[in-house]
Each structure stands twice: as C-alpha cells, then as structure tokens.
C-alpha cells in the first residue's frame, strides 16, 4: 500500500505555527486559570461554608425548642424556668503508684464510694461535680443513676447550654454541635451499612425544622467528620441488656469511624454494660439535699402562681394553699432526694390532686391526671407495661401495642381533645383539700404533724378511674401473643384480637394516640411506642402484676431497670411473700437480689406481713462483720429509707455494740435518720478510740442538725484533741448556716490547735469564694508556721479536685507504673501481655500496686474475668481499704455483664 500522500507547504507551515502559538499562549495562560479555578473553588467553599453556617445555627435553634420540653413537667414549664443545674457524685481519685497522691478529706476516709446510693454521701456533704467539671479532663462520660435521679434534664441541660456555645463549659465543649438522641431511637439499622448517620437523620428529621430537614444528611456527615459533635444518648437505662446489644455496637461503629466526637450517655447502676465498648466513665448523679429541695420547690411556686394560677382553665382547681405550706409538707418527705419525686408531688400537691406523701401516690395521681377522659386507660396500660417489662422489650411495634390495648377499647367512646397545660392540671379536686390551707398551718405547730398530714391526705382520696373493672383477670398472654412484643413488623390490617375478634386499624389506633397526646407514652421510629418515663412505665406494670401475677418471671432477667421498678412497685401494691424466699436465699457474692428487696419496705403498707421479715433480715445482716462494709453500709441506707418509724431506735441501740464497725453503721444510720434522740449516744462516741467511729460520729450529728447536736460538734472544736478538732471542722463545713459561721469564727480564736482544725474545714468548701480567700489570708498573715501551712495544703486540697475529673487513660501497655512494676520483675509490657502484668500486680504488687490495678479492671470489665479468684481473695480477706476497693470493683465489673460465680467455686 503507497502512503505517499501529498502535501502542501504552504498549509503545513500555517498549521505548525498556529499550532506552536496555541501552545505558547495556553503556557502563558495556565498562571491566570489555576488562580482563577482556585479561586472559584474558594468561592464555592466559602458558599457551602455559609450555607453549613446556616443550617448550624438553625440546627442550633431546632436544639433549643427541643429541649426546653424535653422533661416531666414540660406542660407547665420550659426547661430553662424549672430545671437546676445538674449535680454528680465526685467519683473517688485513682490510684496511681508513684503519681500525685490525693490528700483525703473526711468522707474519702469515711464513706465507700456509692454510686447506686447517692442520696448516703449526699447527706454527709460528699464532693460535688458540676457538668463542666465531669467533661473538662477530656473524657467520654456515661452518668449513672437510678430512673428519676435527673439524667435526662441533665443531658438536655447540656444539649441547650451546648446549642447556646456557652463559653463557662470550656472551649471544647462549648464550640460543639449537640446532637442529642434517645437510645430507642437508634435500635432500627440504617438501609445503607455505609451510611450509619442514616440513623440519627431518622431520629431527628421530625425534630428539625423543614429548612434543616433538607439538608440534614449532609450536615450530619459534615460535622461527625470534622469531630464537632457532643452526643448525648439518652435512655439507655431504660433498655435491657439484649435491647441494648445493637445500639452499642452502632456506636461503636459510629466512633470508629468518626473520631474526635465528644460523647455523654446515661445508665443505670444495674446495667453498666455499655461502658467498656464505648470507652465510657462512669459518673453517678449526686441526690439532692435540702437545700436543692427547697431551690426547687421555691422556683415551682414562683412559676405556678406566675403562669398556671393565669390561666383561665385554673378558675377550675381547688383552692392553692400557701406555699410556704405546701413546701414544708413536701420537705418532709424521704423522696426530696430524688428530683421526679419531688416533682411528681409537687405537682400533686399545688394542683390538689395529692392521694397521699408516698411516690407511689404521686405516681398515681399523675397518671390519673394525664389520662383523664380516657376511658380504660389504666388496665390497658397496666397491661402494656407488664407485657412489656415481662418480654424485656420496652420499646414495641405499634401494631403490637394497639393488639395489647385493644381488649380495652371502648367503641363508643368519643376522641378528647388533645391534652394541653390546662387538661394536665384540671382532674377532680380531692375532696376535703379546700380546708388544706388552715389545717396545714395548725399541724405546722403541731407534735403530731406527721400523722395529722396523712389524715389529711387519706381523706382526699377519689374514686378508682372509670373502667378499673375492666382489667382482666385471664392468665398472662399465651407465649405466641407475647412474641408480638419483640416483633418490628409494620401494622398489619385485619389482624385478630385476643378472644379471635377482629380488631380493626381504627380500633388499634384510637387508644394509642389519646395516651401518646397525654405524655404517657411517646412515639419511636420504625413505627414503635414506648412509655414516655420509664418510672412511669415501672409503676405501671408492678400495678399491673399486682393485680394479675407472674412476677416469678421477672426473677430470671437480668439486672435492669426495668425489672427493678417493676418489682419496687410491685411491692407497693400486692403480696411480694411468694418472691422472697427466693431472693433471700441469696448465693450471689454480692447479694445483688437481697439488695432488690431492701428497696421495697418504703413503697409497702406498713403492715404487710413481709415487710417486717425483710426489715428484720436486713438488720442482721447489718451485724455481719464478714461482709465488706460498702454491702453493710447499702443495707442501712435501705433500712434508714424504709418509712419504718421504728428504724432510728434500731440505730441507735447499735451505738452501743461492741463491734466498731456496727458502731459505725449505727452512727451513720441515725445521721440518715436525722434522730434526735440519738445525740447524746452520738456525743459520746465523739471520744471513741476508733479515729473512723470519731469521724462517723461527727457526721452524723452535723447531719442531723439539732442544736444539741452542733453545739456537741463545736465542742469537740474547741475541746477535743488533734483528731477530734480536725473530723469536727470537716463535719461543720455540711452545715451552711451554724457551721460555715463557727469556722469564720474559728480562724480568729487564740487557740492555734483550733484555727488549724479549722483550715481543713474550710478546705471542703471549693465552691465557696469567701472559704478560699480566708484561706489565702490564713496563709499569707497567720502568725504560727503549723496553721499557715496547713492553710496551704488546704488550698492544695481545693484544687485536687481535678484527680477526681475523669480523663482519657493511655492505652495499657504506654501506662507508666505498670511498665515500672514489670521491670521490677524482669519483665516488659506488650500490648499482649499487658493484663497479664495486671494480673501480677493484682496478686504480687504492693498495696497501692493492687488498688491500682483494681481501677483498670474496673474500667476494663471483661479483663476482669480471668482476676475473678484474685479478686474474691481479697473480697474474703480482712476488713479494710483492700476488702472495699475489692468490694467496688467486683459491683461494677458484675454491673457490666460479667457473670459472678458463688464464693464456693473458689473455695471461700
């Protein structure tokens, strides 16, 4: 074949010239177009920058409507009007050989750490945490407490400060997005493996306004990968175990895969099992004391008769008495601990529906007020609580829930109207609560203002709710209908009812949204429904098993908090005798389940007939000096708690064993107890040889706060010796008004043995400017050398609170005195052999090695398994710090999930 083509000269020329300018100029040119592509993309940027500003600050805003109803009393009252700060249990320093020892003031040298009992070091003036305080070491942090112990204000406290950027929770914290979802919420997978934050779109694109709605995804995906997110999980308390599963595998996905996110989640004590996976510190919420009661209670009274009292629905409520009152009533009462409580008979009392002084009688009346209208709502959801908790299964497919309450169904019954503030406060009066006002205020003066008060209340009880009868006395749900509960399906049309009746979808659904419009329950996503409060949901199904049975089933779950209530309530209303044998035979380490009964005397009539066999076990165990003292000291707060008006008589006559440590749990009872005829039993233990029965002592009788009793205290100031002086200045700084007034006087008396005593009890109150600046004169200006330093170990003590705020470990093999203890003994530390170092220590180690090897197992429970013997030696061992830290760490290991064998099995 012949290429030979032909070829102009003149046509070449042209196209290689033309060819090389075009060149020579897109040379010239491609400066000027990376600028100007550069800057487009700038442009570009800065326009998604704005607009991701924009949803940001809108997201910020949806936060702020979000939470301010999302509480109890969110009919009355926005967050921002009702709720007080959150308070958390200081958790005790760790241990760390060779580090910065922690100086100990009187109740680190009293007291074991009780997370599950708050309302214990609440009464003796434990270390407070505030919010800031528990995330400024950096740390991930899961606060834990019982349901009704303010978890959820606290979190969504968080979430508006968050949203709000307020700079005093410290720039970390301050410059994150909230993003704050329930635990329910994220139990449904998302379509697309790849996408997890499918999940929290779900969970909040019904939240959000339409403009962020739109645009949600992608701001999701932003924020999670630049690490800007504080997320806050809510309700994981109120899943059980196995609900819990997949959520903590999600988040872990999720933190994986997104690191540099902030979280906090809460937990109850009994289910810890979501700490170790997510790399979570534990935190307890600190139980409210008088002084936050009377906060509260103050500001509830402000806002009813500033908002409520306006209202032209509030012509139809009984007449209000005085607040101050009210209040001094509601004071009275074990429940002021516990921020629902409070806020349940509160409500009772000021919208003058109270049937009595009792939670469960708060409960009750909130209930009755919320569904009022509502016809057989009470059996129907009785049942659908007790399903629920039976199953383990708290959060259930609608169509299964409206299957529940159908039998309940009332097919004349004529849609309320959607509840509002005015329906939420307008039930019946009680009969009886016009005089309310004159009566109290005589009783007020009165030595028999307790019993008076309950006549008062007992005569106000209504009439059982409409339809009571209705609840069905058939055996529980056969095993296929209870399988319902644990179904995710989509409701299904024609579906049949209990007794073969076809239940229709406008039958299913009619109950099930009145009760989602009175607050009781509340919508998920995937089509499911849950209780609103899982205090609420307890009450319900103890009431529910009460009048039906099968309580024995709930013996066999596992710990959570479901089951807990379920059986607390239980107690309140029916025969608890057929369980107690069985929970008393109790072969648990830790005897976990005799610690479920001693819940239940408060809640009971005091003359059911296995009330005084519980009380009577529990205060001889009380005497077991075999048993490590955090058990014991768990007991008497029971005991003290347990409404039994014969209780500080015990106590008392337990000041005068033989025993030391039953000495201690006697003083420390009667400072629970606040009895006054304990005092003098108290004053003289003040002078006992034991410096630990000295401190309990001085505890107890500032706790109590008769004059008596802090003239006793004040005494032992001036009077006693170096010990003395000292527990009795620590004792004085619980005391806000007496107390704070004898240690500013203290610092100025002649007597240098006094003013030292007294710079220690000034050095517990951190949070009180004048007590750090009469420090920094004490240090500065006192004439004797012993007093000034030890005003500078008092200011020392004031900021080691730090050792106290959690903070992000380094990963165990990089920990510095454990690569010191293995050299020791010849030995390096890999990230394989690290635990077997633990181990080591755990067995062979000094004492401060052993405690310290007691914090990491308690962080990493499933490390613990393989330490369980070492650990039930020391727990068997004599009594002391080691037996205790023992003790604590066996609870929380066995609180996340670990199995905790009989003593046998190690031979104890």
Known sequence: MNFNLPIDPASFWVGFIAGGLLVFFLQQLRPILRQTRQALGEQVESVKAG???????????????????????????????????????????????????????????????????????????????????????????????????????????????????????????????????????????????????????????????????????QFLEAIFQRGLVLLLVDGMDELSPTAQTSIIEFLVEVKTRYPGNRMVAAAAPEDLSAMEPLGLHTV?????????????????????HEHVLNEPWAANLPPTPEPMIVN???????????????????????????????????????????????????????????????????????????????????????????????????????????DFADELD????????EDQMDEIIDSGDAAETSGAAAFTTDPFMASEELDLLREDTKPEKGRRGRKGDEVSSRNVRRMLPELVRSLILTYRPGSRISFTHPLVAGYLAGRGLASRGGAVQLLPQPPWAGRSLALEFLASGGDVSPLMNALLDDEDPLMRRTLIAALWPRHAASNAGWRANLLRTMAGLLQREDFALGLRLRLTAALAFSGEKSIGMLFKQMLGAP????????????????????????????????????????????????????????????????????????????????????????????????????????????????????????????????????????????????????????????????????SQHGMGVTEKSAWEVVGLALREGSEEQKLAAMDLLRQHPNAARNGLKDLYTTYYGPEGEMREAAYWTLWQVGAAGVDLPSRQQFGF
Request: charged share 20%.
């Open 51 to 217: 607009l991701s500003t924009s949803i940001e600050t809108r997201f910020r805003q949806d936060v702020l409507k979000m939470m301010q109803g999302n509480h109890l009393a969110a009919p009355l009252f926005s967050l921002d009007e009702i709720a007080l700060p959150a308070r958390l249990l200081a958790p005790p320093a760790p241990v760390v050989p060779e580090g910065e020892i922690a100086i100990e003031d009187i109740l680190s040298q009293t007291l074991p750490y009780l997370p599950d009992w708050p309302e214990v070091p609440a009464a003796f003036g434990a270390m407070i945490l505030t919010m800031e305080d528990a995330l400024s070491g950096g740390a991930d942090v899961m606060l834990v407490g019982r349901p009704g112990s303010g978890k959820t204000v606290a979190l969504s406290r968080l979430a508006l400060r968050t949203a709000r950027k307020d700079e005093t929770l410290g720039p970390d914290v301050s410059s994150r997005v909230p993003v704050y979802v329930h635990a329910a919420e994220l139990s449904v997978p998302p379509k697309d493996r790849n996408k997890p934050l499918d999940v929290f779109y779900t969970a909040l694109a019904d939240k959000v306004s339409t403009m962020v709605e739109t645009s949600l995804s």
């Open 659 to 822: 025993s030391t440590s039953v000495r201690f749990l006697g003083a420390l009872g009667s400072g629970l107890t606040k009895n006054s005829k304990a005092v003098d039993s108290l004053a003289q233990l003040l002078y006992d040889p034991s410096p630990q029965m000295v401190r309990a002592a001085a505890l107890a009788l500032v706790a109590i706060g008769t004059d008596p009793a802090l003239e006793a205290v004040t005494s032992a100031l001036l009077q006693g010796d170096e010990t003395l002086r000292k527990a009795a200045a620590e004792a004085l700084a619980n005391d806000a008004n007496e107390g704070y007034a004898v240690l500013r006087d203290g610092a100025t008396v002649d007597d240098l043995a006094v003013r030292r005593a007294v710079v220690f009890g000034l050095a517990r109150l951190r949070r009180q400017a004048w007590a750090k600046e009469l420090l920094e004169t004490i240090q500065v200006e006192d004439g004797q050398w012993v007093v000034r330093n030890a005003a500078q170990q008092g200011l020392e003590m004031m900021a080691q609170f730090r050792l106290r705020v959690p903070t992000p470990q380094p990963p165990l093999h990089e920990t510095g005195w454990l690569i010191s203890f293995a």
């Open 328 to 434: 001094a009533w509601l004071l009275e009462g074990s429940d002021v601990s516990s921020p629902l409580a409070l806020t349940l008979k509160a409500w009772a009392a000021y919208a003058g529906d109270a049937r009595g002084p009792s939670l469960a009688d708060a409960l009750d009346a909130y209930v009755r007020r919320m569904t009022a209208g509502i016809n057989n709502a009470r059996p129907a959801m009785e049942q659908l609580a007790a399903q629920m908790t039976l199953t383990l299964n708290p959060v259930i497919a609608r169509n299964a829930a409206g299957r529940f309450v159908s039998t309940f169904e009332d097919p004349t019954a004529v849609d309320p109207e959607p509840v509002a503030a005015a329906s939420t406060t307008s039930a019946a009066p009680v009969e009886g609560l016009e």
């Open 442 to 449: 005589a009783l007020l003066d009165s030595t028999e203002f």
């Open 284 to 304: 307890a919420m600190a139980a409210w004391g008088p002084g936050q009661a009377q906060s509260f209670l103050n500001r509830w009274a402000g806002l009813w």
